[in-house]
């Protein structure tokens, strides 16, 4: 059973709109949560983080909002550039220095 | 960019030899794991230590050891190489200033013939 869930495989999103990437989780214990992006041949880059104490955390054109409730979170991405197109992974962890547990990834595609 | 390497990058090698994969972190971390990448699966967890000589079992764990006898230096083998874990293989470090943040190395591609 998947623990983290990233239900679209791919996005396709025009140059200069925003693209919002989802992720939804089942284990309520996930304090962390993070976006990591990666283009073919490279290791994941690290993007964003949120702890679950904040709802809403913002870095330059990307911000993650957290709704712990519903166990969803969302990266938004403001405006979308060509370079932005890779594969985004949402990731989780229960606490500092654990090991993450991964959605299986979406691809985006912004197109100029 | 966090000082992570992967050795070697890419491997070919057949069923039934053991075989090696180094990380190498020059950022004094403590924590250090281990993931593999498959298509459909992300990323999943192999090893992980949480400092020298010290390991623990992750998700997907059959057929692969890890040792710590560095800081530095997270070591994964492979005993006896199956189809199975052609994969490609990332290693990872934590323990910088946000402790829950993990930043990765290049990954190998092994391709198990």
């Known amino acids: 059973d998947q623990q983290v869930k990233q239900n679209s495989p791919s996005l396709s999103v025009q140059e200069g709109r925003i693209s919002i990437l989802n992720c939804d989780y089942t284990?309520?214990?996930?304090?962390?949560f993070l976006w990591y992006k990666k283009y073919p041949a490279e290791g994941p880059t690290f993007l964003i983080s949120?702890?679950?104490?904040?709802d809403k955390n913002e870095d330059g054109r990307f911000t993650v909002f957290l709704n712990k409730s519903a166990k969803h979170l969302s990266l938004h991405i403001v405006p979308s550039q060509p370079g932005d197109s890779a594969v985004y992974f949402c990731a989780a962890s229960r606490s500092g220095n654990t090991p993450l547990v991964f959605g299986k990834g979406t691809r985006l595609s912004v197109i100029a | 960019d966090a000082g992570i390497t992967q050795s070697p990058r890419h491997k070919v090698t057949e069923t039934g030899t053991p075989v090696t994969l180094r990380c190498h972190q020059t950022e004094n971390h403590r924590y250090m794991y281990w993931y593999r990448q498959d298509p459909g699966h992300g990323l999943r967890l192999i090893h992980y230590s949480y400092g020298v000589k010290d390991t623990d079992k992750g998700e997907v764990s059959d057929g692969y050891s890890v040792s710590r006898s560095k800081t530095e230096d997270f070591l994964l083998t492979l005993e006896s190489a199956t189809s199975s874990q052609t994969s490609v293989y990332f290693c990872?470090?934590?323990?910088?200033?946000?402790?829950?943040?993990?930043?990765f190395g290049p990954g190998t591609r092994l391709t198990v013939t």
């Open positions: 990872a470090i934590s323990g910088g200033l946000v402790s829950y943040e993990q930043y």
């Open positions: 949120i702890s679950s104490i904040k």
């Open positions: 284990n309520s214990m996930f304090d962390y």
